[in-house]
């Protein structure tokens, strides 16, 4: 991949996070619309269909039914929020193979207008695999699953929760300069959508301890939609394309043994680090999915952005603001945890990755070249896939 | 009275869990080793796998406390904890520990009570030594 093959060529970002009379269906449909016209394509230049499965069952059908397109490449590969990496992943893959010269990558949620209960809700009780018949019982709400991991982290290594709060504090400086991201929390009801400090986070209450409100992602509407080109075709696109030159993928679950520190992350990265034949260091845009803070650090551990249990310091002092030189400016469009998460995410850190690497984002970053989007899907503490996509300019 | 909410419980019929939670009916915490002696993480497949009975003591390797939830049962229990425990004969559970909050930590020691559930009863650990009167 390092070669070159496949390039993102088109994005679209669904402006609004509280969508009213609109389905998931319309959101995919009318971004996917647009994520073309970006590129100077159409739907009948799509010949791959990449697809969570959000709106439903047998989505490899439905959803090119739907949009009337007539793929020879259906892939469903959904494994929550990090499902866009994968795709992104496959896709290049199949491009570059020649199996596929334009695929499209779409999303649509209503999350927030249905009012579900993402990060305290009850647990599904039907039909549980055997894994989950072990935990019903005790109704772990998925930001409690995420807190166990903070709470080790904690002990293990001394990061403190002021360390957790200011990633939440450089997410929300980035959301204040993305005017969509403002609305959107406007939208959400969020009262104090301007800057925030570490005591805001601290203050703020708790869920499931050691995490606050603050260091949760919202939960909106929304969703989007990504055109992946083979480079023949890119080379004639409206946009500057944005190469995919690296990606990993794996996944984790619990063990008797198993460090809850550290994610798949630890193993999807380096492979697609040395895919790209780049080094954290050499990473300009880090797009690292924000379902919660310790997410984050935890992931910029394991993608060797910091050692393992130095995360906590590396963050500090707004290290990963877009202003600040000498390391990766972090989540720049605001994040799931101050711009939408309408539950999964990783479209758009794909899209905002493209943003940085044309040079159009609200936080732009001079000269940006190099990115890494990393999705994390599933729940950190017990069971979660990860997909690291590497992303280059020119 | 209409419904104090309870307890969401485990599917008895689930054929890779049945045979543990039924041995939690008669008060056995169970565990599995496979062929070479290895504990396993339960119910993860083993080959030729041999089920023992745990003295049900161990120490907490991580926990949270559950503050929010959407369902009426552990809305009704908030504040409660939910912990990673580590039992001394080497496998990981996830339990609730019932104890003060405030008084929970990583490495503590904690041992099994039962909460009976008809043919079913559910592990709930507590504090070491503080033996349920």
Known sequence: ?394 | MPGEPTRPLPVLTEPDTAAFWRACGEHRLTYTTDRDGGVVFYPRRTDGGQVRDSAGRGVVYTYTVVRRHGHPYFRSRAPYVVAYVDLDEGFRLLAEVDADPDAVHVGMRVEVGWEDHGETAVPVFRPAGSAAT
């Not at chain 1, 259906?74 to 992104?88: C, K, L, P, Q, R």
């Open chain 1, 1 to 394: 991949m390092a070669a070159r093959a496949a390039a993102i060529v088109g994005i679209h970002e669904y402006p609004s996070r509280r969508v009213d009379g609109v389905s998931k269906w319309q959101i995919k449909a009318e971004s996917a619309a647009r994520a073309l016209a970006d590129a100077g394509l159409t739907l009948a230049d799509v010949d791959a269909v990449y697809d969570a499965g959000e709106t439903g069952p047998m989505a490899g059908i439905a959803v090119p039914e739907y949009l009337g397109i007539t793929p020879r490449l259906v892939d469903t590969t959904a494994v929550g929020g990090s499902s866009y990496e994968f795709h992104a992943a496959h896709a290049a893959r199949n491009i570059a193979a020649g199996r596929a010269r334009v695929a499209l990558l779409t999303y649509g949620s209503t999350a927030k207008s249905e009012s579900r209960a993402i990060g305290t809700g009850a647990r599904s009780m039907g039909d549980p695999a055997p894994g989950n018949n072990m935990e019903v019982p005790y109704g772990l709400p998925l930001i409690g699953n995420y807190a166990l991991v903070a709470q080790r982290h904690m002990h293990q290594y001394g990061t403190t929760p002021e360390q957790l709060a200011e990633i939440a504090v450089t997410t929300r400086a980035h959301a204040v300069r993305n005017p969509e991201a403002v609305a959107g929390l406007a939208a959400l009801g969020i009262r104090n959508s301007g800057e925030i400090t570490v005591d805001d986070v601290l203050g703020s209450p708790l869920v499931a301890d050691p995490l606050h409100v603050l260091d949760c992602c919202l939960v909106s509407d929304g969703g989007g939609a990504v055109v992946i080109a083979a480079a023949d075709v890119a080379r004639d696109c409206r946009t500057t394309p944005v190469w995919i030159t690296g990606a990993g993928e794996a996944v984790g679950y619990p063990g008797n043994d198993r460090d809850i520190t550290t994610s798949a992350a630890a193993l999807s990265g380096p492979p697609a680090f040395a895919e790209a034949g780049v080094r954290p260091e050499d990473v300009d845009i880090a797009m690292i999915y924000d379902s919660f803070t310790i997410t984050v650090l935890t992931l910029l551990e394991d993608l060797g952005f910091a050692k393992k249990g130095e995360g906590g310091p590396y963050v500090e002092g707004g290290r990963l603001r877009f202003d600040r030189p000498g390391a990766p400016a972090l989540n720049t469009d605001g994040g799931g945890l101050s711009s939408n998460h309408p539950g999964m995410r990783g479209i758009f850190l794909l899209i905002e990755a493209t943003r940085q690497l044309r040079g159009e984002s609200t936080a732009q970053v001079e000269g940006a070249r190099t990115a890494v989007a990393h999705g994390n899907g599933g729940l950190l503490g017990t069971r979660h896939a990860a997909a690291t996509v590497v992303l280059e300019r020119g």
